[in-house]
């Protein structure tokens, strides 16, 4: 879209942010060069939801092929040259990285993809609710089992997966060693750089009261307080703190 983009995607990686940071990294990049300007392109950290695929898939992808009609960028959604949805119908060949048969196999043979054309193009005019407003605590879409299940399986765990965005929102607050692992990551643990991040992101993200961050870094209460307010001013006039803060937040999808 103009100011956004949708992207229904498997990770059976679980490498999600690995995968936005590059997606977004790249095409920033991209965009700069051409259009000979530099800095950030995005703004804030994607919204990522988990989905049950057999109950809301199908329409998902329909919502989206749908947006631009919405938004009367044009009367047919075949129309909008920034989506996959003439992949989707046969009317282009698809690019080696899309995958159809998440949709597509919804329905019958033969004729796959006109089928899924009739299914996208009879709400055409039409007023519905999108299906995103069923999403649970922001980050879950699927029936009540599904969210029961994916809650038992992953959330309240030692083991509990927080590379899935639903479950780190689901499980509250970060603990300082993952703040601290994804800083280092970020920052090689260069100069001082890593321990003022992660002690202002400590102080914000980690639930831990200024004692106990203290206690961690070897600072008092007051140099903690004082550590995150200098941090962020920092952020604001130094553009590679800045990048690295950001950067550092999408690795632990921290909701800003």
Known sequence: MTNHYHLLMETPKGNLSQIMRHINGAYTTYFNVNRKRSGHLFQGRYKAIIVEVDEYALE???????????????????????????SYTGLT???EWLSRNLILDHFGAPDQQGKYRSFVETLIGETYETPLKAVIASTLLGTPGFVTAISEKHVGHLNADRNVPAVKQLSGKLTAEEIVEAVKRETGEEGALWKK???????????????EIGAKFGLSDAAVSVTSKRLLAQATKDRKTREVLEATKQLLIVET
């Open 60 to 86: 998902l992808s329909r919502y989206m092929h749908l947006n631009p009609v919405r938004a009367g960028m044009v009367s047919k959604p075949q129309d909008y040259g920034w989506s996959s949805y003439r």
């Open 93 to 95: 060949v698809p690019p």
């Open 197 to 211: 991040i992660s002690i202002h992101l400590c102080h914000h993200y980690s639930g831990m009261k200024l004692k």
